[in-house]
């Protein structure tokens, strides 16, 4: 069954440091997503992106983020300068087409600022 | 900004019981309803869903009531198995005739079937 995968599975960084998390969607995915949980807080919204542009983001997704899909199959988030408070996990999703409610995760990248 | 609630952070059911997890939401331009589950150290997995047109869902095991009226819906498991020890999570979707809206999500329901 395809399955959405992401890398790396933890990635710990400096605070100011900027870091890359990868994504790798189900390959026949138009919409994809990134969405954060905070240790012990509820999964949050953060940006939605289809045909290259993004979609929708949330009040979270500031400056310091972006999102690129550089090639057919992967999708990034940047973080561009870290600070203690992104230190979540982080999931990406992604869904079959603009019909479709039911959104498909990988399994996360555990993100640690120190 | 709590759109979609679950007030019920734990619940314990004897394995070969049901299992109902609850789930109330504030807005009401939310119209699909889906139900993940999640294990430590794995993303939320799709579990079952349902549109706001209908009041209940059915899939194996798992059955989905929506209540429009009182903003609530709830998931049943029955019968209960040890595997379905988990976070299940209640999500909504306000995207009208398209899918591809956000999702906002509840706090979580950790389940426990004892054996």
């Known amino acids: 069954e395809p399955e959405v995968t992401q890398t790396p599975s933890h990635q710990v960084t400096q605070m100011g440091q900027e870091v890359i998390l990868r994504c790798v969607p189900i390959s026949n995915h138009l919409y994809f997503y990134w969405y954060r949980q905070i240790l012990g807080q509820k999964v949050e919204f953060l940006v939605s992106?289809?045909?290259?542009?993004?979609?929708?983001k949330s009040e979270i997704f500031d400056d310091q983020f972006s999102v690129e899909r550089p090639d057919g199959s992967n999708f990034t988030l940047k973080i561009r300068s870290t600070k203690l408070e992104d230190s979540a996990m982080y999931f990406c999703a992604s869904s079959r087409d603009r019909t479709s409610y039911e959104q498909y995760f990988g399994p996360g990248t555990r993100l640690t600022v120190t | 900004d709590q759109q979609v609630k679950q007030n019920s952070p734990s619940l314990s059911v004897q394995e070969g019981r049901i299992s109902i997890l609850n789930c109330d939401y504030t807005n009401s331009m939310f119209d699909y309803f889906l139900w993940y589950k999640k294990y430590p150290a794995e993303g939320p997995t799709f579990l079952i869903s349902i549109s706001s047109i209908k009041d209940k869902n059915e899939d194996g095991r798992f059955t989905v009531f929506l209540n429009k009226s009182a903003k609530h819906l709830s998931l049943h498991i029955v019968p209960s198995q040890p595997g379905d020890s988990a976070v299940y999570f209640c999500a909504a979707s306000a995207g009208g005739y398209f899918g591809n809206e956000k999702l906002t999500f509840g706090t979580g329901t950790r389940l426990t079937i004892i054996p």
């Open positions: 992106f289809y045909n290259n542009e993004i979609s929708e």
